[in-house]
């Protein structure tokens, strides 16, 4: 069982730079998907950027241009620099690593979260 590991959140102030890192116990070349998610306060968790096996990355809107995902297989880590820090960027940010299995049964992995601050 993998187990993921978030940290680097903080409180910054808005216009600055957070990187969030993610470690994994186990290889993370064995996720065909790899992602950061986030909750605010009073809201459903939210997809912000996830990237795929082969280097494909994808974007929320409201990041995109702001926060860059990258992954490093020989150090079993996700990262997601975060530039340009909004006030609504504040959440607890999420680690994922998915698993795609047919008929629908992808296996997910979660961590327990970083926490990023961003006062208006």
């Known amino acids: 069982q993998v187990q993921l590991v978030e940290s680097g959140g903080g409180l910054v102030q808005a216009g600055g730079s957070l990187r969030l890192s993610c470690a994994a116990s186990g290889s993370t070349s064995s996720f065909n998907v790899m992602g950061w998610y986030r909750q605010a306060p009073g809201k459903q968790r939210e997809l912000v950027a996830v990237i795929i096996r082969g280097g494909s990355t994808n974007y929320a809107d409201s990041v995109k241009g702001r926060f860059t995902i990258s992954r490093d297989n020989a150090k079993n880590a996700l990262y997601l620099q975060m530039n340009s820090l909004k006030p609504e960027d504040t959440a607890v940010y999420y680690c994922?690593?998915?698993?795609?299995?047919?008929?629908?049964?992808?296996?997910?992995?979660w961590g327990k979260g970083t926490l990023v601050t961003v006062p208006s």
């Open positions: 994922n690593g998915k698993v795609l299995v047919p008929f629908n049964h992808d296996v997910n992995y």
